[in-house]
């Protein structure tokens, strides 16, 4: 990799000057080696070494990830629960129509093509019984015995619902609390529009339901009118980014930093993966009963192990805090700033990768998610502890291990672009959301690789994300 310096800085280095004290160096050497016939240090002498056990560390860990997150077909059938996707699109159809009956009736032309796009979305086997509650919804017809009776004969493990859905209908919910109870785990939200459904328009639970309907569905179109506008402005934005880097006013480099070096960076992440995703499963088998609070101090050692890897190792301070991009840069506010205007001229490459998603969606037939999300319908202890881990946890721990080791450490042996990309796909495959969701995360994170070329420090990027965090936690809030 062709190495650029950066020049001389105008900030002191944060950690830098609170751990170590002094001021960061203007230039630091291209190789750690002595060359005044000393010998080099450890982990140079062994830096292809430890960069292969790094290598395969982090390799063991992304397939470590993928196994576990591969549920079997067998399992998946038999475990019924709500889905969040089409729960959301049932409630905007819901409260669309709603809507509209205020002016008149319902246009019922509307009804087919709505089910057949949520059957392109989520073409989920469990799905099958939610689409007919829904069209039963929008048409005002209860769903018919011979269609309930060939989703219980195609699908048994909906055969109970299928009972129970007969029951609500026939004697006006004699069903015992226990089957209702256990028909909203296994449905969610659509058990409430069925439950609705067999209730007089004007009862306090019908409304209830149709409230939250028209809660989502003006929600839902108020953020898209605000992701499209943010949209265009993020595509002006974008297109005067391009401008300025072909006049070469703006500029996209990494610090210098040797290939040993960056070695180093990635052993340091490779123990961070290692600590945080192997340790909690080995743990388990160990402690079977073991508390989730013993889960985040797990999140934290290994962060910070992660983070002191390459001074352990021997990588001098300046280096280390220059690689990792703790500093200031030109200013904590000024960073922020950049942080929010590149999130916005990166929201074109996010929309590509979200236009990838959806194909991928159409023909896997596995819509992204989350299991952060089933938080948001918890308890306010439970919202506030998930808005903490999103907005605040993840941009700060994620940036410094993702940007702040794997994409400069990938860099040092690669080009930046390989290293990019690299990294990107570790971050998106890690996440939870499947393969549906990985387009739409890589490109979140190359414009966060990007902000970390542009403006050095992470400051930046963990503005964007935080930023992209949170505005999906508002969502999820307000629906």
Not at 83 to 96: I, K, T
Not at 301 to 318: C, D, H, S, T, V
Not at 341 to 370: D, F, N, Q, R, Y
Not at 449 to 457: D, G, K, V
Request: hydrophobic share 55%; aromatic share 10%; with cysteine.
């Amino acid at each position: 990799m062709e190495n650029v310096h950066l020049g001389i800085w105008n900030r002191d280095v944060i950690f830098g000057k609170l751990l170590f004290g002094g001021n960061m160096i203007e230039t630091f050497s291209e190789s750690s080696e002595q060359h005044d016939g000393q010998e080099a240090p450890l982990f140079v002498r062994y830096a292809k070494l430890g960069l292969a056990l790094a290598c395969v560390a982090i390799v063991g860990c992304v397939g470590f990830v993928l196994w576990s997150q591969a549920e079997p077909e067998d399992l998946q059938e038999q475990t019924v629960r709500p889905n969040r996707v089409f729960e959301m699109a049932a409630r905007y159809a819901v409260g669309l129509k709603a809507f509209m009956e205020l002016a008149g009736p319902w246009n019922a032309a509307l009804t087919e093509p709505i089910l057949q796009d949520l059957a392109k979305v989520s073409p989920k086997k469990q799905d099958v019984l939610r689409q007919l509650i829904l069209k039963g919804w929008l048409t005002n017809e209860w769903p018919s015995e011979s269609a309930l009776a060939a989703v219980a004969e195609s699908e048994t493990v909906l055969k109970e619902d299928v009972v129970t859905l007969g029951q609500m209908k026939s004697v006006k919910l004699p069903i015992t609390d226990e089957r209702w109870l256990k028909l909203k785990k296994r449905h969610g939200w659509m058990a409430e529009l069925s439950r609705a459904q067999t209730l007089p328009a004007d009862d306090v639970a019908r409304q209830v339901v149709m409230q939250q309907a028209m809660r989502t569905m003006m929600v839902m179109l108020a953020f898209g009118l605000f992701g499209f506008l943010a949209a265009m402005g993020g595509l002006v934005l974008f297109v005067l980014a391009l401008l300025r880097w072909r006049d070469g006013r703006l500029k996209f480099t990494l610090s210098a930093i040797t290939r040993p070096e960056g070695g180093l960076l990635l052993e340091g992440f490779a123990v961070y993966m290692v600590l945080f995703l192997i340790l909690p499963n080995v743990s388990r088998f160990v402690f079977a009963d073991m508390p989730r609070t013993f889960h985040y101090l797990i999140a934290f050692l290994a962060l910070i192990a992660g983070f002191l890897w390459p001074l352990w190792r021997g990588m001098k301070r300046e280096s280390w805090c220059v690689a990792l991009g703790l500093h200031a840069g030109k200013g904590i506010m000024r960073e922020m700033t950049a942080g929010i205007l590149g999130w916005l001229a990166c929201l074109p490459l996010l929309v590509l990768g979200m236009i990838a998603a959806s194909w991928i969606v159409k023909l896997t037939g596995v819509s992204p998610e989350h299991p952060i999300t089933d938080a948001f319908s918890g308890s306010v202890g439970v919202k506030i502890s998930a808005v903490l881990l999103a907005v605040v946890w993840a941009p700060i721990s994620e940036e410094m291990m993702f940007r702040g080791l794997l994409f400069p450490g990938l860099s040092a042996w690669l080009r930046w672009v390989l290293g990019a990309l690299g990294g990107a796909f570790i971050f998106a495959v890690i996440h939870p959301q499947g393969w549906a969701g990985v387009p739409a995360i890589m490109a979140l994170a190359m414009a966060f690789s990007l902000l970390r070329m542009w403006r050095q420090s992470l400051i930046a990027p963990m503005t964007a994300h935080a930023l992209n965090n949170g505005i999906l936690c508002v969502l999820l809030l307000s629906i």
